[in-house]
T-cell receptor, first 113, second 115 residues
Framework: DGGITQSPKYLFRKEGQNVTLSCEQNLNHDAMYWYRQDPGQGLRLIYYSQIVNDFQKGDIAEGYSVSREKKESFPLTVTSAQKNPTAFYLC????????????FGAGTRLSVL | AQSVSQHNHHVILSEAASLELGCNYSYGGTVNLFWYVQYPGQHLQLLLKYFSGDPLVKGIKGFEAEFIKSKFSFNLRKPSVQWSDTAEYFCAVNSEAGNNRKLIWGLGTSLAVNP
């Protein structure tokens, strides 16, 4: 069953803690993305990766970090530098970067304790 | 900078009413246009897309959208909505300029259909 798997579904972060959100895809897509969704603000791009071992900052990269060591995996770390991390995080992938349909995971809801 | 504007943030309709959600973008060159939908508790998914050809495109569940280049618009329509169309709808645009082409997203329109 092809698709994108995000885990965990819910995550709680303590002050000063780094947390990592998992995103795995078995669609054999080259490109992967992380978005942040806040009510009334649409989707804002955090980071994206066009190919393994390469990634680019999106519009709101501050306080976040990523890695792309394997084609199927694109984990996102929310660092303690991100002062307002409470949001819904969406991972997506596409065959290539330019103009392709993006396929989304179910999302991770991150809250601060 | 490129931008996407969705005119309606919240729409409430009764079943069988007609729907039109506005979407305008600011880029003047060649674009790819998308509507995505997020049903309650479900993944964000593609509703329909326009890359080239017939400017009237049809998507899933009876939705259609018309690309009007002169108006920089890609409005979403459905002649008769159902309760199951309750969802959040996002318009997105991808320009064909530059090497790092990304989707630019609208802020979304929340649609509630009353039975």
């Amino acid at each position: 069953d092809g698709g994108i798997t995000q885990s965990p579904k819910y995550l709680f972060r303590k002050e000063g803690q780094n947390v990592t959100l998992s995103c795995e895809q078995n669609l054999n897509h080259d490109a992967m993305y992380w978005y942040r969704q806040d009510p009334g603000q649409g989707l804002r791009l955090i980071y994206y990766s066009q190919i393994v071992n390469d990634f680019q900052k999106g519009d709101i990269a501050e306080g976040y970090s990523v890695s792309r060591e394997k084609k199927e995996s694109f984990p996102l770390t929310v660092t303690s530098a991100q002062k307002n991390p409470t949001a819904f995080y969406l991972c997506a992938s596409s065959i290539g970067l330019a103009g392709d349909i993006q396929y989304f995971g179910a999302g991770t809801r991150l809250s601060v304790l | 900078a490129q931008s996407v504007s969705q005119h309606n943030h919240h729409v409430i309709l009764s079943e069988a009413a007609s729907l039109e959600l506005g979407c305008n973008y600011s880029y003047g060159g060649t674009v790819n246009l998308f509507w995505y939908v997020q049903y309650p508790g479900q993944h964000l998914q593609l509703l329909l897309k326009y890359f080239s050809g017939d400017p009237l495109v049809k998507g899933i569940k009876g939705f259609e959208a018309e690309f009007i280049k002169s108006k920089f618009s890609f409005n979403l329509r459905k002649p008769s909505v159902q309760w199951s169309d309750t969802a959040e709808y996002f318009c997105a645009v991808n320009s064909e300029a530059g090497n790092n082409r990304k989707l630019i997203w609208g802020l979304g329109t929340s649609l509630a259909v009353n039975p």
